[in-house]
């Protein structure tokens, strides 16, 4: 009986010891949460002719174990000032707290770390027992990201439109942030969870946190920040009918449409992108429409690639939407007598593409006018000339 015993003992002891000295697996990654900042791993690093290094860096949200990571904070703003890095699980070891460009060198767990603000108009020491030091609230979005930049906000919103295509803004890319109270907050659906065939973004759903969003339907909306941390999340819905397949085709008030983009990059639509690709017979005024609806699903109209044009058509007027990528070439359409253009972003290049083998809008009726935002007038007729887009005697206005 004793002998067994001194066995089993014996075979504990060596579980434990092997236990003990397995090594982590260098194989997974673990998750790596930073709440007011990025976390950072530099991914090359090349030495300029005149000595100076240039580094490239990328934002992870997970690393293997022994990876050297490096933290950075937000930037300092109107109501809050940068303090210190304080690590709430994990156990890592940063290289300086107070730096907010600290590193650690990843462990073989999660680990979470969040910066430490004051209000910008303190300017006592920190420490952990003052007052004055803020933590700020977290705003967490599961499903999409969050900035507090109204500039950044705006300024994506008014180049993309509705077509939200994060990837191509430089929109802070988080989804939680240390917020203070009062702050105003955007918030976005993201690229990823944009929806898929079958599902289709339906609100955001306030998980925890008494704040009120603006328009809670809108992929891209806003709300003011409360006294308490706020969780927010990405509600879906299950698709009338799927999604139709890249190059597919459907009529809608008597023109076809064809499928250019199923779930595009342009991540705040219902459906897909589509090109009016046919028109009925007879048509005289053409209005594209910014959006056509095929069984349940909405589609983004963003261009006009016709398959068929004869210049004899009856065509007299087209209006293209506000938001819209690509025009058509309609050289030659003697009985076109107006064009409007509602889009007030459009750029030289939009009208340089509108000269490719010819001016889109030459050789039209004699009488022809322009049309275009007032507030665009003088910059767009001198685009719409400088690239021949129309004839020198055509006239240019606005409404």
């Known amino acids: 009986m004793k002998i067994k015993r001194i066995v089993s003992v014996l075979m504990a002891l060596a579980i434990c010891l092997r236990l003990y000295i397995m090594p982590v697996d260098d194989t997974k990654s673990y998750s790596i949460s930073v709440i007011g900042g990025s976390a950072l791993i530099r991914v090359s690093s090349t030495t300029n002719e005149d000595g100076s290094e240039s580094e490239t860096w990328i934002g992870i949200n997970s690393a293997k174990a022994g990876t050297t990571i490096s933290l950075s904070a937000d930037e300092e703003t109107k109501h809050n000032v940068f303090v210190k890095w304080k690590v709430v699980s994990g156990g890592v070891t940063l290289s300086d707290e107070t730096d907010p460009d600290a590193t650690f060198v990843m462990?073989?767990?999660?680990?979470?770390?969040?910066?430490?603000?004051?209000?910008?108009?303190?300017?006592?020491d920190s420490n952990e027992d003052n007052t004055n030091v803020q933590d700020g609230n977290e705003v967490n979005i599961s499903g999409g990201y969050v900035t507090t930049d109204k500039d950044d906000?705006?300024?994506y919103l008014n180049e993309c439109g509705p077509m939200k295509d994060y990837s191509y803004y430089a929109w802070e890319k988080r989804s939680s942030k240390?917020?203070?109270?009062?702050e105003k907050v955007y918030i976005q659906i993201n690229k990823e969870r944009a929806g898929t065939k079958k599902?289709?973004?339906s609100k955001w759903e306030v998980v925890s946190g008494n704040v009120t969003i603006e328009d809670p339907s809108n992929p891209s909306t806003s709300f003011v920040m409360g006294a308490e941390d706020v969780k927010i999340k990405a509600v879906y819905k299950k698709?009338?009918?799927?999604?139709?397949e890249e190059g597919k085709q459907f009529k809608y008030k008597g023109n076809?449409?064809?499928v250019i983009s199923e779930i595009d990059e342009a991540i705040g639509m219902n459906g897909g992108r589509v090109e009016l690709h046919y028109l009925k017979d007879g048509v005289k005024k053409l209005v594209i429409p910014q959006e056509v609806k095929y069984k349940g699903n909405t589609y983004w109209v963003t261009g006009v690639g016709l398959g068929i044009k004869d210049p004899h058509w009856p065509l007299e007027e087209i209006v293209y939407p506000k938001y819209f990528f690509y025009y058509e070439d309609f050289n030659g359409f003697k009985n076109i007598k107006k064009v409007t253009f509602k889009s007030p972003d459009l750029k030289a290049r939009d009208?340089?593409?509108?000269?490719?083998?010819?001016?889109?809008y030459t050789n039209i009726n004699k009488k022809a006018v322009i049309y275009v935002p007032k507030a665009n007038l003088k910059e767009?007729?001198?685009?719409?000339?400088?690239?021949?887009?129309?004839?020198?005697?055509t006239k240019v206005k606005g409404f």
Do not use: W
């Open 107 to 124: 462990p073989g767990n999660n680990v979470k770390i969040k910066a430490v603000y004051k209000a910008a108009a303190d300017t006592e």
């Open 153 to 155: 906000f705006s300024t």
């Open 178 to 182: 240390m917020v203070s109270s009062g």
């Open 199 to 201: 599902t289709v973004f």
């Open 239 to 244: 698709r009338k009918s799927p999604l139709l």
């Open 256 to 258: 076809t449409y064809e």
């Open 351 to 360: 009208f340089d593409l509108m000269n490719q083998g010819g001016g889109y």
């Open 380 to 393: 767009y007729e001198k685009y719409l000339r400088k690239y021949k887009v129309i004839d020198k005697t």
